[in-house]
């Protein structure tokens, strides 16, 4: 059994807070709906700690786009709103879509508008859905909507996977070609530098800057996987700001 925290509110409007152990979130869950509980939130806790697990999760792109074309199926086929977001909240198999319909079919059934609901999810509905969702809604064309921006985001899924597949090559290319040049210039290069130095002589000026090359890896390779991983972790937060980003985007 796991112990989940839960946030929830009566019919009479009373919020409550509380612990509840079930066997999963889902059980958890419909065990405070058979209390006649509206339930807002639940996570789950550490059982030692006794504080909630924060886990960093992200939305599938592709889960996603499935439920938008599955929530346009089903208010075409005349199925009630709230009704379609739990279903498709029951089918899904990513997590942080299912926690998000929950909440949204919760707010919805409050008597809260969808696009208004989706507003507190930002992070799981983008704004342009958001708008597109609250002009459906004053022009009552909501199923055709949501056709269309699954039809959206399909496209720009299709279109991240082609760049992503065209970057693949390239950058495999390019780190195993770094790999081989380093392991030439740490573990061959020096056994013809003790070749060279038994020969005596002076050596070409090329030949020197590779000897040179090689005995600062050697020396310094702790230092240079530093370097590498600090401009990794700099350039990743350098991308989260805008400015940035679209930089980035124009060079590409």
Same mark, same amino acid.
């Given at each position: 059994?796991?112990?989940?925290?839960?946030?929830?509110?009566?019919?009479?409007?009373?919020?409550?807070?509380?612990?509840?152990?079930?066997?999963?979130?889902?059980?958890?869950?419909?065990?405070?709906?058979?209390?006649? !509980?509206?339930?807002?939130?639940?996570?789950?806790? %550490?059982?030692?700690?006794?504080?909630?697990?924060?886990?960093?999760?992200?939305?599938?792109?592709?889960?996603?786009?499935?439920?938008?074309?599955?929530?346009?199926?089903?208010?075409?086929?005349?199925?009630?709103?709230?009704?379609?977001?739990?279903?498709?909240?029951?089918?899904?198999?990513?997590?942080?879509?299912?926690?998000?319909?929950?909440? !949204?079919? @919760?707010?919805?059934? %409050?008597?809260?508008?969808?696009?208004?609901?989706?507003? +507190?999810?930002?992070?799981?509905?983008?704004?342009?859905?958001?708008?597109?969702?609250?002009?459906?809604?004053? @022009?009552?064309?909501?199923?055709?909507?949501?056709?269309? &921006?699954?039809?959206?985001?399909?496209?720009?899924?299709?279109?991240?996977?082609?760049?992503?597949?065209?970057?693949?090559?390239? #950058?495999?290319?390019?780190?195993?070609?770094?790999?081989?040049?380093?392991?030439?210039?740490?573990?061959?290069?020096?056994?013809? @530098?003790?070749?060279?130095?038994?020969?005596?002589?002076?050596?070409?000026?090329?030949?020197?800057?590779?000897?040179?090359?090689?005995?600062?890896?050697?020396?310094?390779?702790?230092? &240079?996987? #530093?370097?590498?991983?600090?401009?990794?972790?700099?350039?990743?937060?350098?991308? +989260?700001?805008?400015?940035?980003?679209? @930089?980035?985007?124009?060079?590409?």
């Amino acid at each position: 059994m796991a112990v989940f925290s839960y946030q929830a509110k009566t019919k009479d409007g009373k919020k409550l807070k509380g612990k509840i152990e079930s066997v999963t979130k889902r059980d958890a869950m419909e065990e405070l709906r058979s209390m006649d !509980l509206v339930v807002f939130k639940v996570e789950p806790m %550490n059982a030692l700690l006794n504080k909630d697990i924060t886990l960093r999760k992200t939305l599938k792109e592709k889960e996603f786009i499935i439920f938008l074309r599955q929530f346009a199926t089903l208010l075409n086929a005349g199925i009630l709103l709230v009704d379609s977001v739990e279903l498709l909240a029951k089918q899904t198999t990513d997590s942080v879509l299912m926690v998000a319909l929950e909440t !949204l079919a @919760s707010d919805v059934q %409050n008597g809260e508008a969808l696009s208004v609901a989706m507003t +507190k999810q930002p992070k799981v509905f983008p704004d342009l859905l958001v708008h597109m969702t609250h002009s459906a809604e004053v @022009s009552g064309r909501l199923e055709e909507v949501m056709d269309q &921006m699954a039809s959206y985001y399909e496209k720009q899924y299709r279109i991240k996977k082609k760049v992503e597949t065209a970057m693949t090559y390239p #950058l495999v290319v390019g780190t195993l070609a770094i790999g081989i040049t380093i392991f030439l210039l740490v573990f061959i290069v020096p056994i013809f @530098s003790d070749m060279f130095a038994s020969m005596g002589g002076e050596l070409p000026a090329i030949t020197k800057l590779v000897l040179n090359l090689s005995n600062f890896f050697k020396d310094f390779w702790i230092l &240079m996987v #530093l370097v590498v991983l600090l401009l990794v972790l700099a350039s990743q937060r350098l991308l +989260k700001q805008e400015r940035y980003a679209y @930089s980035k985007d124009v060079f590409v």
